[in-house]
């Protein structure tokens, strides 16, 4: 079995901060900016930041339509409510 690989959402926020934590922790993790980068990752962190900028920011990167696609499916984790 393959470790499974974090992808952390960066757009906005503590994204390198989150890079080093999951490293340190011996997690795989890439930061995920695209659609085909986000396909690739097993679970997403999402850094703290302004909502509505990273709102903008997935719509422009093209992020947006897949992720809500893969919380509706269940399979990107989430410890926090999303709207979908």
Do not use: Y
Not at 1 to 23: F, K, W, Y
Request: aromatic fraction near 2%.
């Amino acid at each position: 079995m393959t470790d499974p690989v974090i992808g952390v959402l960066a757009l906005q926020g503590d994204v390198r901060e989150h890079l080093i934590a999951l490293a340190a922790a011996d997690a795989v993790a890439r930061p995920v900016r695209r659609p085909e980068e986000l396909a690739e990752v097993d679970g997403l962190v999402v850094p703290g930041g302004e909502s509505t900028t990273i709102s903008k920011l997935a719509v422009l990167f093209g992020v947006m339509e897949p992720l809500r696609a893969r919380v509706r499916a269940g399979t990107c984790p989430s410890t926090a409510p999303v709207r979908a």
